[in-house]
């Protein structure tokens, strides 16, 4: 493996503080994008960005924030506002190499859970 | 809205038996229609893009437009096709995919 790249593989946090997950790509992809996985529910888009300095949100941004200031780096930032932050974190990139072609690349993602 | 329905949670079958795993879908453009799989301590990836009308692993998906469906299907499944697969929709051309709530399949020798 190697292409996408997140960080810790393992989270815990106290109920009540901020913490980021690190998502790093050297695939010089254009667009990264974060979901989150939760049992029976799938992969649902939380944040997703096409190009640097910009970003956009998904279907489920609540509580969650996030910076695009390099091509490389995605970081996703969970704040004490997202009710039930316990979940697995996936990060993905993709290149725009035409309509119905492109693939997302995942990360091996993040368990993080609130204490 | 755009959504992705995958109706099977698990779907258990024997080696050498078909497979077919479901995925309807409801989306008033032209869709793009993929499906992820993800094998046990493995990443999500790509399996096959309904634009390529490719066969990978054996598997094959066709778009039906009329019933609003991109079933996957295998002939003859294999021990190693094990695995958590995901039916997932381009809404907007730009990669911004709907997944459906994924269907595990099990396949015992």
């Known amino acids: 493996d190697g292409g996408i790249t997140q960080s810790p593989k393992y989270l815990f946090r106290k109920e009540g503080q901020n913490v980021t997950l690190s998502c790093e790509q050297n695939?010089?992809?254009?667009?990264m994008y974060w979901y989150r996985q939760d049992p029976g529910q799938g992969l649902r888009l939380i944040y997703y960005s096409q190009i640097v300095n910009d970003f956009q949100k998904g279907d489920i941004a609540e509580g969650y924030s996030v910076s695009r200031e390099k091509k490389e780096s995605f970081p996703l930032t969970v704040t004490s506002a997202q009710k039930n932050p316990t979940a697995f974190y996936l990060c993905?990139?993709?290149?725009?190499?035409?309509?119905?072609?492109?693939?997302?690349?995942f990360g091996p993602g993040t368990r993080l859970t609130v204490l | 809205a755009q959504r992705v329905t995958q109706p099977e949670k698990l779907l258990s079958v024997f080696k050498g038996a078909p497979v077919e795993l479901k995925c309807n879908y409801s989306?008033?453009?032209?869709?793009?229609l993929f499906w992820y799989v993800q094998y046990s301590r493995q990443r999500l990836q790509l399996l096959l893009r309904h634009i390529s009308r490719e066969s990978i692993k054996g598997f094959t998906a066709d778009l039906n437009k009329g019933e609003t469906s991109f079933h996957l299907k295998k002939p003859f499944a294999q021990e190693e096709d094990s695995a958590m697969y995901y039916c997932a929709l381009d809404q907007t051309g730009f990669q911004k995919l709907v997944f459906g709530t994924g269907t595990r399949l099990l396949v015992s020798p």
């Open positions: 695939l010089n992809h254009d667009a």
């Open positions: 989306y008033s453009g032209s869709p793009e």
């Open positions: 993905a990139s993709s290149t725009h190499s035409g309509r119905g072609y492109n693939e997302q690349f």
